[in-house]
Nanobody
Framework: QVQLVESGGGLVQAGESLRLSCAAS????????MGWGRQGPGKQRELVAG???????KYVDSVRDRFTISRDDAKRTVYLHMNSLKPEDTAVYYC???????????????WGQGTQVTVSS
């Protein structure tokens, strides 16, 4: 079983920065894709940033050039560096990992419990 523990959320003012971290624990699996999603008030969850096992990244247009996703495979941790935060970035942020228990089997998706990010104007 995969367990994900997120940290780094909080209350900041517009224009400030935050770094989110998410560490995966457990055994018997290999991590492939990692990412971050968010769910704002009254909105559906959206995936805002992703990073493959090869290091390729992708971002939703609304955060590109402001957010940077990175990973440390030795620590099984994914990070989201958020700069120039805006009030519309206010949301619960969830980390995501795709894992395989066997290379021949499909990828299983897991989500963290979420961490609140609030940006005041």
């Amino acid at each position: 079983q995969v367990q994900l523990v997120e940290s780094g959320g909080g209350l900041v003012q517009a224009g400030e920065s935050l770094r989110l971290s998410c560490a995966a624990s457990g055994s018997g699996f290999s991590i492939y894709d990692m990412g971050w999603g968010r769910q704002g008030p009254g909105k559906q969850r959206e995936l805002v940033a992703g990073i493959t096992s090869g290091g390729s990244t992708k971002y939703v247009d609304s955060v590109r050039d402001r957010f940077t996703i990175s990973r440390d495979d030795a620590k099984r941790t994914v990070y989201l560096h958020m700069n120039s935060l805006k009030p519309e970035d206010t949301a619960v942020y969830y980390c995501h990992v795709g894992v395989k228990y066997d290379p021949r089997l499909p990828t299983y998706d897991y989500w963290g419990q979420g961490t609140q990010v609030t940006v005041s104007s």
